[in-house]
């Protein structure tokens, strides 16, 4: 879905307009850049949860050489899906 389906979308449930959808999803979309890394979970009801992760840092392999590497440490961020979120792609 592309994000102007999902505007529409998003304007034909909550009955506004396409504008008022786009300034919505914009905005949720920067709410959770900002506070992800604030908060470290944000949980959408009915939708599902962010979480902010760490991964250490590791030894890996470079495919192509066989050369072992050092892989820095990072965060990386996850999102679990709600119970009914499931159930509805899961029936």
Partial sequence: MK???LVA???YHAESSKAEAER???AFGKTIHA???K???IVVPEVGTFQLSRKEARKGRNPQTGEEIQIAARNNV???PAKS???KVNP
């Fill in 78 to 80: 996850t999102f679990k």
């Fill in 39 to 41: 908060v470290v979970k």
């Fill in 9 to 11: 979308a998003l304007a």
């Fill in 24 to 26: 919505f999803l914009e």
């Fill in 85 to 87: 979120l499931q159930d």
């Fill in 35 to 37: 506070e992800i890394t």
């Fill in 3 to 5: 994000k102007s389906e």
